[in-house]
């Protein structure tokens, strides 16, 4: 019961400003006529309008399936790159300028290169979204293992832990907490990736309906498209914070 009221009260703290926000904007929006900033109860019936038709929901799922799978796979790499990276300091010195390279290029920029070369299915996308997510996963892993107390690679050392055991059991542990922070951001890079992935070529997506309403010129599914767009990544962080929190349930009870 107390854990109940205690959800519920930290919900009202998180719900209550966007609640407040979305009533100002409906009563303020209506009756405007400028096309470009449309009443929000027209936003909302277009919403119902399309979800109704099924085709929103498929647009939805092609959207979520890519950002999921994009994901995994940048955070895959990302983490098994950076603990072999992380491990080696001669390989750490000989890979670091390549890795400040991809750090600072502009993932928005490969693209139109992906998509030129494998067409404009929901592979190339996957991939696009999976290369822009490496970075900063595999950036923080190394920064984690990096960050491991000297004392404890002694002790791994002493005790003769062997190599596997002691990344599974003591080095990813100890970068965890980078490791997450690293998949945080690259999910907001996953979000970003796949709208402008599936405006620039698509034939389904969130990205690719809200380019065709603007091509059309209907402003109220773009505005609607746009705020899906937000709600969906608002809600995969949501979901992502839960495991975050489960799986450094150690790291926070120690801090405190």
């Known amino acids: 019961m107390r854990s109940t009221r205690s959800f519920l009260l930290a919900f009202l703290e998180q719900a209550w400003l966007p609640v407040l926000l979305v009533v100002i904007w409906w009563f303020a929006s209506e009756g405007n006529t400028n096309p470009f900033f449309p009443p929000l109860s027209k936003i909302w019936d277009s919403f119902v309008t399309e979800m109704s038709s099924g085709q929103m929901e498929l647009h939805l799922w092609a959207s979520t399936r890519n950002i999921l799978i994009g994901l995994a796979v940048g955070v895959v790499v990302g983490v098994v790159g950076g603990t072999v990276i992380g491990l080696s300091r001669r390989l750490r010195a000989v890979l670091n300028p390549y890795l400040q390279f991809f750090r600072t290029l502009p993932q928005v920029a490969i693209i139109p290169i992906i998509i030129g070369a494998f067409g404009i299915t929901a592979v190339p996308k996957i991939w696009a979204i999976g290369f822009a997510c490496i970075w900063p996963v595999l950036l923080n892993t190394v920064d984690g293992i990096r960050a491991i107390d000297p004392g404890v690679r002694d002790m791994v050392d002493a005790y003769r832990i062997t190599t596997w055991r002691s990344i599974f059991r003591v080095v990813l542990p100890g970068a965890l907490p980078q490791i997450m922070a690293g998949i945080r951001i690259s999910l907001s890079v996953a979000v970003v990736l796949m709208v402008v992935s599936e405006i620039y070529a698509a034939t389904e997506g969130v990205g690719y309906f809200i380019h065709i309403t603007t091509g059309l010129f209907q402003t109220d599914k ?15 962080s949501v979901i992502f914070l839960l495991i975050e929190k489960r799986a450094l349930r150690w790291y926070h009870e120690s801090a405190s």
């Open 222 to 236: 773009t505005w609607m498209g746009t705020l899906l767009v937000g709600l969906m990544g608002y809600l995969l």
